[in-house]
Each structure stands twice: as structure tokens, then as C-alpha cells.
């Protein structure tokens, strides 16, 4: 539905129609369009996703639990309270549960599905799987098909599951026995499930049968009232299994789907052949396995694998092992096997600086010309020992925590004449912006600057002190600009908000004490990126007009990480290939895009008429070879370039005032060069 100036009107008489005088203004502003832009963009973000937060804080990496046959996750909350809030816990739930689409009757297909939707939140590994029941199967073929797409899995946990050896898969009749003893076991869930719907939906002392008149027939003498204290303390579970996953079902009990769901997932497994699996398995099996044969655990996966088996016996049965008290030793055991897979990654993961890597040919070509300074090969060193998750395990609002600690490398905030938070509106949104005004008589000349952060991390605040010793050492008004971050706004969203502020700016120069004749454009890394885009952009559409640009290490081809800079500094040096690949993996939505010139600026057909550039690269840094490529591209154009490569130090230096001396030296290079820009 497309919505405009007039639909915003109908609603508001609808929803409160004393208002109703304030439309005909309201209509005459162009705050009508912002606001038909934000309705949009409500209705377009209700998509449907098996993807269920169910714990979504913590920094560790995330655990993936697939749903057991009936396709609901609530039942994982008390195993997700126990494992502890420092750990991420996503359940996976199947089409067919949100009534608008069919449940596959596909093992295979169900796992495709989960796996591209883990992967919009993690888009690399290693991963974390698991899954109990029927969910262990469908774990299992996720592994596989992680595994064939080049992923690595790190822990397979299956919770009490079935082996789907063809030759011994249960028979009717044992299916029936199986599926009759669930109806008593899982009873308990039912109840629960049906006691937070009536309680999300009535007032406190209803009958639910006055909600859902269908179950007088079932359940003639069933009162919610007698459980509704302890049901509403449990409210909040329903909010998170339901309003995060788009889930909507508080108008009647969702039976019809969750048996629609059991009898595809029944065809599904009983129509599986598994194939082996080269990585490890972890079973957490109970005593009362309704299995037979080299269906039992230690018998059957070991035949489904060649990485090994490690079995893990819980209390309880199949049905009470996820009810208290068993879900609580289960939880502290798979806490046990996420801690020592995780442990296991980072011995793998996190290493010396690879200058120690004697069989490394291209690093030691490099090593004769030149080593890291001392400062640098310290702070690599203490990174090294803190064994950080690499970011590549981490889900973006993780990543986002944990860049605070970035901070501890910033230099000391230089006082300033003036600092302003201001709020850019247009079509898509607001931007938030900061500027920094420096001591003296106006009008200065503006620098508009975007963070770096791989289009992913980064704000106004961490680059505070940046902006700070750029405006007092070029004598410039800095607009920090706080545009928007992937995977929420995928690209072109950070282009669109950079262009459209360093447009603001031009437009709003004298009324922040601006010269709209001396505006330049800067960023490092991702802001780096965006910086040279705008530059481009900018130079198409015949303005706002430039006089400079300056890119700090930036990233100008997402098309390829096949540069001698990324094979020889791919791990160690802060910036890894695979925290690029993660990058780029949540910034665009496409192969397409990578190619494209506003996602890639090297691959620009036609660079001529570009502003002056300063072009500052690292020399251990993967992106330093295609910074030097953008920096020869735009000298072919004739453009006239700058080009400065700091040797000795990695990606991220010219933020870490506080511990390099480089840092501080390629910030006074900059603003240097700055002044004279500004004074031609």
C-alpha cells in the first residue's frame, strides 16, 4: 500500500477526530511527505521471518536453536534463561506457523530457509546450530549445507533427537506410540501456550472460553482465571516469541498451524536421507529416548559423521527435559560445550600478529623494506591477549557494544569554541549530524565528515575526538554525520544520507557560520568510501560544489579482495579479510552491487572533474593497495592527488591518537593539507 498526504489524514481522523483542524496544515507542509515516507517504510518492514530473538543481548557469539515437530520456539525460554544473558539465543521457526505460507515438507528445504535467515543476522561463521527433537534433524542439514557453502560450523549441538538412518526410521505404528505419549507430555506447553494468548488478549478474570467459544467443547471446565498471576509474569516471553518474529497469533490458539506444521515435518523426516557430516556432532541425550537399534545417539550420528561424537547424558525424559529442573543441568552442559567450541575458535582465530608468520612469502618480501613501529606491534600484541570474539562471530548490535571499547584508544578531547547536534530531515528519515565550530571569526570553511566503521559500526560520539583535532587544526567547521548503518539500511542508505548532508550543508553553510564556497568531504575507511562517493555524486548532478576530499584509508572495491595487501595482511593486523567479508555482507544486498561504481568507486568509468584528493594509506593494511589504486585512477584523470602511505602502522591508525604517535602525525598531514585547500 502506498501511502500519501491524504492517507496520513484519514488516520489521523480515525484515530483521534478532534484533530481533525489541524489537518488542512498539515497538508500544506512538507513534513506531510516525511511523515507519508515513515508510514511507508512501516508497512514495508513487515516481512515475516523464522528468525525469533528470544535472547538477543550479550556478546557472545549467537546460538541457533531449530524448533522441535509442532514449529514453535517457546518452549527454548527457560533453556535460553538458564544458558545466562551474556548468550545470544535465536530459535528458528518454520513457514506454516505464521499462517500465510505452507510448511515445507522438505528437510532440506526447511534447512535452506533457516540458513538464509541466520545468515541476514551472521552473515559469516563460525556458527553455533542446535537443535532438539525433530530439530536436530534439520539442524544437521543445516550444518551440511553451511559447511558446502564454505562455512564453518564450530558446535552441532542435537537435544534428544531421532537419527534418520533410512533403513531403521520408525515405523507407523511406532510413530503413532511416539505421537500418542507427546499429546500427554507436551500438554503442559499447550496449556502454557494457550494461557498467554487468553492472557494477551482478555482482561484478568475472563473466561478464555468467551474468547475462543470453540474450546467449551474440548474443555468444558477450563478457567484461565486460576493461572492467570502466574501466566501474566510470563507475558513478557510471549512478546519476545511473538512481536520480534512477526508473529501475530493472540487472536485464537494457532492449533490449525501447528498441526498443519507437525504433519509436514513427519512427511519430511520420514522422506530424509541424510548424508554424512565431516564435522563433529554433540548429543545431549536423556535416558528415555523413544529409539531403538543404531538409532540411539552413540550408535546412529556416529555413523552420520567423520568429525566424532560427543555424548552428553542429561536427566529426565524426551518430554520433561526442557521442563525445570532438567532444562537447568541441561543448559549449564551445552553452556559448557558453547564455551569450549568458542575457546577452540579463538586459538584458531585470534593471532599473533602475522609478522611472526615465517612461512608467510609476501609479508616476508614486505619485511625486508619495512617493519611495524613499536607503538603499532604493542597495541597488536594487547589486542592479541584480551582474545576478543573476532568479529565476524558477532551479530551487528554486538559489534556495535563492543567498538565502545574503542574508545580507549581515542586521544584526549580537545576543547573546542562550539559543539551542536543538529537533526537533517528528508524523505527517508532524519540524520542526526554534530558540529564542530573552532575558535575565531567566521565564515570558516566546512569539512563534511563520515565515520568509518565498515558501514556497519561507528557514531558521532567514538569520533568525537577525531573531529575535534580536525576542526581546531584546519580552522573548519566539521559536520559529523551520523548517517544510517547496515544490515537495517543496506546500501545505498549511508550514500544517500552522506550525499543529502553534505547537500544540507551547502544549502545551510551561512546560517552555522559557514562558507558554502569552501566545502570539502572526508571520511576513513567505510566513511573513507562514502567521502570519494559523494565526490563522484556530487560532480554528476552539477553539485554542491567541492574544493576537496580526504580519504583515509578508504575502501574503493568491493567487487574483489584479491589485492596483494589483502593476501598479505588477511589476519593480524586489526582489519582482517574476514571482518571486510562481514562487512560487505551486511552493507550490500547483492553480487550486483559490489560492481556498483557508488558501492565501488574504483570501478568508475570516468573520474575527470573530481575535487583535489589527500589519499592516506597504512602500509599493513588489506585496503592499502586499492587506496593507492583510487589514488593512481584519479592522477589518470587528472585529478590532482596527494597520496601519503604510513608505512609502518595498520588500518585504524589515524583514530588511535591515544597510543600511536602516527596517529597524531597523519592528523596534522591532514589538517595541513586542509588549510591549504581551504586558502586557494
Avoid at 513534513?31 to 525469533?52: C, F, I, K
Avoid at 509442532?70 to 545466562?84: E, R
Avoid at 547536534?421 to 565528515?449: M, N, Q, W
Avoid at 554525520?481 to 548532508?501: C, G, M, N
Wanted: glycine share 8%; charged share 20%; hydrophobic share 40%.
Amino acid at each position: 500500500m502506498t501511502y500519501d498526504k491524504q492517507a496520513i489524514a484519514e488516520r489521523i481522523r480515525d484515530l483521534s477526530p478532534e484533530k481533525s483542524e489541524l489537518l488542512d496544515k498539515l497538508l500544506k507542509e512538507e513534513e506531510g511527505e516525511y511523515l507519508a515516507s515513515l508510514l511507508r517504510q512501516e508497512t514495508d518492514s513487515d516481512e515475516w521471518s523464522p528468525l525469533v530473538a528470544i535472547q538477543s543481548a550479550g556478546l557472545k557469539p549467537p546460538f541457533f536453536c531449530v524448533s522441535p515437530v509442532f514449529g514453535t520456539v517457546f518452549l527454548y525460554y527457560d533453556l535460553a534463561y538458564h544458558l545466562g544473558k551474556d548468550q545470544p539465543f535465536y530459535g528458528l521457526q518454520p513457514f506454516g506457523v505464521d499462517r500465510a505460507h505452507l510448511p515445507d515438507s522438505r528437510i532440506e528445504d526447511m534447512a535452506a530457509r533457516y540458513v538464509d535467515a541466520l545468515r541476514s543476522l551472521q552473515p559469516e561463521g563460525p556458527y553455533f546450530l542446535g537443535g532438539y527433537s525433530f530439530g536436530g534433524v534439520v539442524a544437521f542439514e543445516m550444518a551440511q549445507q553451511l559447511q558446502n557453502k564454505g562455512h564453518q560450523v564450530a558446535l552441532l549441538a542435537l537435544i534428544d533427537t531421532w537419527v534418520p538412518i533410512a533403513v531403521s526410521k520408525p515405523s507407523l505404528l511406532d510413530t503413532l506410540k511416539f505421537l500418542a505419549t507427546s499429546t500427554v507430555g507436551i500438554w503442559p506447553y499447550v496449556c502454557n501456550y494457550l494461557s498467554l494468548v487468553a492472557s494477551s488478549s482478555l482482561p484478568q478474570g475472563n473466561h478464555i472460553t468467551e474468547k475462543f467459544p470453540i474450546l467449551k467443547a474440548v474443555f468444558p471446565r477450563f478457567y484461565i482465571n486460576r493461572l492467570l498471576d502466574a501466566i501474566v509474569r510470563k507475558l513478557g516471553m510471549a512478546k519476545i516469541l511473538f512481536s520480534e518474529s512477526g508473529l501475530m497469533m493472540f487472536n485464537q490458539p494457532a492449533i490449525r498451524p501447528m498441526l498443519r506444521v507437525l504433519k509436514a515435518s513427519i512427511q519430511a523426516v520420514r522422506n530424509y536421507t541424510p548424508r554424512t557430516y565431516s564435522g563433529p556432532i554433540t548429543c545431549f541425550q536423556t535416558g528415555g529416548t523413544y529409539t531403538k537399534g543404531d538409532q540411539h545417539a552413540t550408535i546412529g550420528w556416529s555413523k552420520l559423521t567423520t568429525g566424532g561424537i560427543d555424548i552428553h547424558s542429561v536427566p529426565g525424559d524426551h518430554l520433561a527435559v526442557m521442563r525445570k529442573p532438567h532444562v537447568q543441568v541441561l543448559a549449564e552442559k551445552l553452556r559448557a560445550c558453547l564455551d569450549k567450541s568458542l575457546c577452540r575458535i579463538q586459538k584458531d582465530k585470534i593471532c599473533q600478529p602475522a609478522i611472526e608468520n615465517k612461512e608467510t612469502k609476501g609479508l616476508e618480501r614486505r619485511k625486508k623494506s619495512r617493519d611495524l613501529d613499536s607503538q603499532t606491534q604493542a597495541l597488536l600484541q594487547k589486542i592479541a591477549k584480551e582474545e576478543a570474539f573476532p568479529l565476524e562471530t558477532l551479530t551487528p548490535m554486538q559489534a556495535r557494544k563492543a567498538e565502545e571499547g574503542m574508545r580507549a584508544f581515542a586521544g584526549e578531547l580537545q576543547p573546542i569554541a562550539n559543539v551542536e547536534d543538529k537533526t537533517i530531515l528528508h524523505s527517508a528519515g532524519e540524520i542526526p549530524v554534530r558540529i564542530y565550530t573552532p575558535e575565531g571569526c567566521g565564515p570558516f570553511p566546512i569539512l563534511v565528515y563520515l565515520h568509518g566503521g565498515g558501514w556497519v559500526v561507528g557514531n558521532l560520539d567514538i569520533y568525537n575526538d577525531v573531529c575535534r583535532s580536525l576542526a581546531n587544526g584546519a580552522g573548519c567547521i566539521v559536520v559529523s554525520v551520523d548517517y544510517r548503518l547496515a544490515p537495517e539500511h543496506k546500501f545505498p542508505a549511508a550514500v544517500e544520507d552522506a550525499y543529502t548532508a553534505t547537500q544540507w550543508v551547502a544549502n545551510n553553510a551561512s546560517c552555522i557560520g559557514g562558507d558554502p564556497t569552501r566545502i570539502t568531504v572526508g571520511g576513513d575507511s567505510a566513511g573513507g568510501n562514502l567521502a570519494a562517493v559523494v565526490s563522484i555524486i556530487a560532480h554528476e548532478r552539477g553539485g554542491p560544489p567541492l574544493v576537496y576530499q580526504l580519504l583515509i584509508y578508504p575502501a574503493t572495491n568491493l567487487s574483489s579482495f584479491d589485492t596483494n595487501s589483502y593476501h598479505d595482511y588477511a589476519e593480524g593486523y586489526f582489519l582482517t579479510k574476514a571482518s571486510m567479508q562481514w562487512f560487505r555482507n551486511h552493507y550490500l544486498k547483492n553480487d550486483d552491487d559490489r560492481r556498483n561504481p557508488y558501492a565501488s568507486p574504483l570501478l568508475s568509468k570516468d573520474l575527470s572533474g573530481l575535487p583535489p584528493a589527500f589519499v592516506i594509506t597504512a602500509g599493513f593494511d588489506v585496503l592499502k593497495d586499492e587506496g593507492e589504486a583510487y589514488a593512481n585512477r584519479l592522477k589518470q584523470a587528472g585529478v590532482s592527488v596527494r597520496n601519503v602511505c604510513y608505512n609502518d602502522t595498520i588500518h585504524g591508525f589515524f583514530f588511535m591518537a591515544g597510543v600511536l604517535d602516527k596517529a597524531r602525525t597523519a592528523r596534522g598531514e591532514a589538517t595541513a593539507a586542509l588549510r591549504v585547500a581551504f586558502a586557494k
